[in-house]
């Protein structure tokens, strides 16, 4: 992705961050996708992270695809972040170390959620953590691996998660 590109990606997500409602989106939204136990896990996330769930659900609807699996894993991708909430400064943070000492922020993101290393930590295991939370409340072996590798830097061949991740780019 270029620079500019990048930019524009960050600046969306942060006005995102400062512009999403209480309440997320209307259970009317999401119902469809979601068992009434996920949708309770969707809606321990943060606003705006609904926000970018359900943008992320609304591109791929969008591209075409339909498949169940995909579409759940669209809404909890990043529900392991639940665990350990993000504030918006911890969000800028990480975008600056990586950007600026990114040997540290891959190494900080190695250890345990503590002091200024947790937002790297949510970072680097928000994946691993959703899809522990997504098997828990009875989200599908495939889209439970969806959410595990939606961040893994190949998708490996696999045109659902390769969906996943360029919808999840975008927003």
């Not at 400062?18 to 009434?36: D, E, K, M, V, W």
Request: proline share 6%.
């Amino acid at each position: 992705m270029s620079s500019l590109a990048r930019l524009a990606y960050r600046s969306r997500q942060f006005w995102l961050a400062l512009t999403a409602r209480r309440g997320g989106p209307a259970l009317a939204h999401i119902a469809p996708y979601l068992s009434p136990a996920q949708q309770t896990l969707f809606r321990r996330l943060q606003p705006a992270e609904q926000a970018h769930a359900f943008l992320v659900l609304q591109r791929l609807r969008q591209s075409g695809h339909q498949d169940p699996d995909l579409l759940t894993a669209a809404l909890l991708h990043d529900v392991g972040k639940c665990l350990s909430p993000l504030s918006l400064f911890d969000r800028v943070w990480i975008v600056l170390g990586r950007r600026f000492l990114p040997r540290l922020a891959r190494r900080w993101g190695e250890g345990e959620p503590r002091g200024l290393c947790r937002p790297f930590v949510v970072a680097a295991r928000h994946a691993d953590w959703g899809a522990d939370l997504a098997a828990e409340a009875g989200v599908s072996a495939r889209a439970v691996g969806l959410i595990r590798r939606h961040q893994d830097a190949d998708p490996g061949g696999d045109p659902l998660l390769a969906a996943l991740q360029a919808a999840d780019d975008e927003f």
